[in-house]
């Protein structure tokens, strides 16, 4: 099939595919194929017996898969990956690339409920599978869990008042779509930064249909896993939350606290951290917007 380019513009595109360091006869994982662009990337730099394997649990992203022998598309979300690369009897990788967050395509369909730019039913799933959408976070959760995804997972410092609104406006009418969740919402939203506060709702209602903070933390021990001694992991992220995550487990190989100190006071770590933190130049933002936020981490394992 052919590619679709503009189903996703790849974000630090060079920059993320040099950070695995590839070997032309190793064994890569894009776990966000999306439109494509950082998996062709990867198989332009393997020889003939490299191997590409790519996750994405959107049904949509299966349209650009690449008609390449060295190349498989698994139709199924990353935190799997292991479960997955067993079945293919694979059982280390010589290097991860994750570029998270959501995809061009999702953003610009407007019936996926992705975009604060249309009005569409409150839906937000990645995957089509999913039984949790925008829709039940909404109309469903009780006002203990909707302050807990208001605050955890869009930082918004007046979660219990947005709980408490939503509660009200639903005991009225069920809210079914993303204009009337704007209009519930209006009294939070004011004029000279109402596009960023409902940004970090929809963030945060998005988050947890497809419970993003979760699977990265499996997608991450998981990598640790299965990658080769000396693999590499690269890791896009487009907020604060992920980048936390990513940051911390490439520093120390968990998520909170310390490593344990051995008797003289040093502690092993799994990963090395490779360069810098990398983030978009202005030629790259100007090009593609949604590159703004973009922060790439890369890892060897030791």
Known sequence: MMMNME????????????????????IYVDVTFGGGGHSK????????NGKLFAFDQDEDALENAIDDSRFVLINENFRFIKRFLRFHNIKSVDGILADLGVSS?????????????????????????NDLNAYRVVNEYDETNLR????????????????????EAREINPIKNTEQLKTVLSRFLPAHKSHKILAQMYQAIRIEVNQEMDVLKEFLVQSLEILNSGGRLSVISYHSLEDRLVKRFIKNGMFEGEPERDFF??????FMTIGKLVVPDSNEIKINNRARSAKLRIAEKR
Do not use: C, W
Request: glycine share 8%.
């Open 7 to 26: 189903y996703h513009n790849p974000v630090l595109l060079k920059e993320s595919v040099d950070g695995l360091n590839i070997k032309p006869d190793g």
């Open 41 to 48: 990337e990867i198989l332009s730099r393997l020889g003939p």
């Open 105 to 129: 395509h999702q953003f610009d369909v407007a019936e996926r409920g992705f975009s604060t730019r249309f009005d569409a039913e409150l839906d937000m799933r990645m995957s089509q599978k």
């Open 148 to 167: 807990r995804v208001f605050l955890d997972y869009g930082e918004l410092k007046n979660a219990p008042a947005i709980a408490r609104v939503i509660l």
């Open 265 to 270: 006071g040093n502690f092993s770590v799994p």
